[in-house]
């Protein structure tokens, strides 16, 4: 079983800044995906950006980019020149190579600042 | 593309009563999961379908139900409804757990 944690229930950040969000993650699993997901005022999940744990570096994505780091079991969203677009509910996610199911933390509201 | 698409977006439905919901996959997606949300217990795994067979449950009890058609749309059923089935139930498709999962807009469902 997996359990995803995100301790951080709202965050805020001013236009044009960085923000970091934080998610730890337990699984039994030796191979795995994690995913961050957005889900603005319009419900719909929208992938961010993901990462296979069997893949060191760090995945990218424009001003998305994240910070796995395995042996902690933590995996961090930064996002980079914040947009007021970027105001929405976000959720850390993981899935085991062999099955289908996500495992969801329970999210991080961010705000972004004119 | 054509994304994941769910109706209804939205629906209100008596205690006691049973509800249908629908999802249709991203063409080339055989894969189809459902997911409920709500705000005490957040995003909460049903269960998934894969070519017809259901291949992953979570722990719900069978008032809640699925099925998977051969052209992949899915079928979300919850029989004898109470209050706490309301919530927003969310439909994913995906080519592969690596690609990711795409979500449609989900069904709000209000259970009065």
């Known amino acids: 079983a997996q359990t995803v944690t995100q301790s951080q229930p709202e965050m805020s950040v001013q236009e044009a800044e960085t923000v970091t969000l934080s998610c730890t993650y337990d699984t039994s699993e030796s191979d795995y ?3 961050w997901y957005k889900q603005p005022p319009s419900r719909q999940m929208i992938l961010v950006i993901r990462q296979e744990a069997y893949k060191q570096q760090n995945a990218t994505e424009n001003r998305f980019s994240v910070n796995f780091q395995k042996a902690a079991k933590s ?5 980079s020149d914040s947009q007021l677009g970027d105001a929405a ?3 850390c996610a993981a899935a085991e190579t062999s ?3 996500l495992t969801f933390g329970e999210g991080t509201q961010l705000t972004v600042n004119p | 593309k054509a994304g994941v698409t769910q109706t209804p977006r939205y629906l209100i439905k008596t205690r006691g009563q049973q509800v249908t919901l629908s999802c249709s996959p991203i063409s080339g997606h055989r894969s189809v999961s459902w997911y409920q949300q709500t705000p005490g217990q957040g995003l909460q795994f049903l ?3 894969f070519s017809e067979t259901q291949r992953n449950k979570g722990n719900f009890p069978g008032r809640f139900s699925g099925r998977q058609f051969s052209n992949s749309r899915s079928e979300m059923n919850v029989s004898t409804l109470e209050l706490g089935d309301s919530a927003l139930y969310l439909c994913a498709s ?3 757990s690596l690609d990711g999962y795409t979500f449609g807009s989900g069904t709000r469902l209000t259970v009065v």
């Open chain 2, 94 to 96: 995906s080519l592969s």
């Open chain 1, 33 to 35: 995906y994690l995913f």
């Open chain 2, 47 to 49: 269960f998934e379908y």
């Open chain 1, 89 to 91: 509910m976000y959720f």
């Open chain 1, 75 to 79: 995996f961090s969203l930064k996002i």
């Open chain 1, 99 to 101: 099955g289908s199911r």
